[in-house]
């Protein structure tokens, strides 16, 4: 049997995940590609510390040369992370006709373009189906199976701290630090959690699907975007009471003419199917004009289901080395028509800190009709008390008219705070 040989660049979660898949499904995998994948190198920083999975001491190597310049080495499968000696030893492996998979988003949101034309230049293929959604097949998805169709909508919950964290604060009650240390403490947050929770995590992985499902390049620096920091168990408690759950949501629509796209979190109606998408869990909904509304839902992180997502990748390239196939075009950006809005419009909720006195919501009623945001409802919950939550839910806004609005009502008398502002998706 024909052996394929592969370098690993990274040793951690995914890495293990990915050494120890191919152990354990070692017949599975030979009897559906007629090939043996063989990891050969391994490259890390630290070639002493405890792994979680058992490769051989000899495998593991802290020099890239001992890969890039292994004329035996097919596949290059980059799971270190960051951006920096990520790029550096992508592209050189490339130059040395070595196929590429990787899982890292950061990367392939900000050089997708140029890692992907160097790979054509070379005749060497790229893939990257675990940079989003982690064990969710959404790139092949999006590329493959729903090839035919035209994407009108992607909708995602592809970050699984913040999400765990968001059902941490709705289940239990807990409050964001509390549910943050869980987060932490139950593996799934990293050490420095920042990415994720500022949401920076979501808009690298939002760029690389609007690329694959409209054609279209938006730098993750340029979709507007929030993270969950400032939504506190109130917001959380108002959400249920008015019939929705809080999530971190990633959004691409074409309305007409038009993309809007944002990433941010949002109240999502209870009956929405990504309203209860729980804990670590990921998913994605899709309306394709042929295939109709779709949804992907799965572990979005973790050790094996990524490495299944990486593995997926790599027995695609096993399957075509030593064949005549020619990677296709670059990473298409045809959606040249779309008119690029960001977020658009849409219904906000409004949550004000008041004192309970006559006259008050008056005064913020015609703050908001001044600059045109037409209100849905109002809600009051609680009286007796010197100072209460208001709460506003909104028509369909743009944000600019709804912070212009905003500006003067945190001037108004007898407001003390905004605690918070949160699309609502209809
Ligand atoms: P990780 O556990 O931190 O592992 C990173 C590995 O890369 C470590 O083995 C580290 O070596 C090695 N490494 C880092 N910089 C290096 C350098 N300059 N030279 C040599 N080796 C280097 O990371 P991970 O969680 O597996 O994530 C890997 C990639 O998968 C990232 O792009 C991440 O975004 C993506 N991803 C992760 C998940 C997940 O659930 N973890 C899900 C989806 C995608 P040492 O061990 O010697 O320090
Ligand atoms: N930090 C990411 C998450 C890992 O929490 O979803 C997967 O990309």
């Known amino acids: 049997m024909e052996s394929i040989k592969v370098a690993l660049l990274g040793f951690g979660v995914v890495g293990s995940g ?29 070639i002493e510390k405890a792994r979680g999975a058992n490769a051989p001491k ?65 005749g060497v293929q790229i893939r990257y189906e675990a940079s989003v959604g982690g064990g969710i097949p959404i790139i092949n998805t999006l590329t493959q199976s729903l090839a035919a169709n035209n994407v009108d909508e992607i909708l995602g919950v592809i970050n699984g701290t913040t999400n765990f964290i968001l059902t941490q604060m709705d289940e239990q009650g807990m409050d964001f630090d509390d549910a943050v240390k869980l987060a932490q403490d139950s593996g799934f947050a990293e050490a420095d959690p920042t990415s994720d929770i500022e949401g920076e995590d979501v808009a690298f992985k939002l760029s690389i699907l609007m690329s694959v499902a409209f054609g279209i390049k938006v730098p993750p620096h340029k979709i507007p975007r929030e993270g969950i920091t400032k939504i506190s168990s109130k917001d959380i408690e108002f959400a249920n009471q008015l019939g929705y759950k809080v999530k971190l949501v990633a959004a691409a629509k074409k309305k007409g003419d038009d993309l809007e796209f944002h990433v941010q979190p949002s109240f999502l109606p209870i009956d929405h199917p990504l309203a209860s998408i729980k804990n670590e869990f990921n998913a994605v909904f899709i309306k394709g004009n042929a295939v109709g509304e779709l949804l992907l839902h ?3 992180a973790g050790s094996t289901p990524t490495g299944s997502a990486v593995l997926g990748d790599m027995l695609e390239i096993a399957k075509i080395i030593g064949t005549n196939y020619k990677p296709g075009a670059p990473l298409v950006h045809n959606g040249g028509d779309l008119n690029l809005i960001g977020e658009g419009v849409s219904p906000y909720y409004v949550h004000l800190h008041v004192e309970d006195k006559p006259g008050v919501l008056g005064k913020i009623t015609s703050a908001f009709g001044k600059h045109n945001v037409s209100l849905k409802s ?47 998706e209809s």
């Open 298 to 300: 799965g572990k979005g």
């Open 18 to 46: 990915v050494f120890n898949i191919l152990q354990d499904n070692k017949e599975k995998i030979e009897s559906h590609i007629q090939k043996r994948i063989e990891i050969k190198k391994i490259l890390v920083r630290d």
């Open 58 to 122: 000899e495998m593991l190597t802290k020099d890239i040369n001992d890969i890039v310049n292994d004329p035996e080495i097919d596949m290059v499968v980059e799971l270190m992370g960051g951006i920096g000696k990520a790029y550096e030893y992508m592209k050189i492996a490339i130059e040395n006709k070595k196929h590429i998979v990787t899982a890292n988003k950061a990367l392939i949101a900000t050089h997708g373009d140029e890692i992907y034309k160097l790979a054509v230049e070379n």
């Open 378 to 424: 109002v809600i009051q919950r609680s009286r007796g008390e010197k100072t209460v939550p208001l709460i506003f839910i909104t028509y369909d806004t743009p944000r600019k008219d709804l912070d212009d609005a905003i500006e003067e009502i945190k001037n108004t008398d007898a407001v003390i705070r905004v605690e918070s502002i949160l699309r609502v």
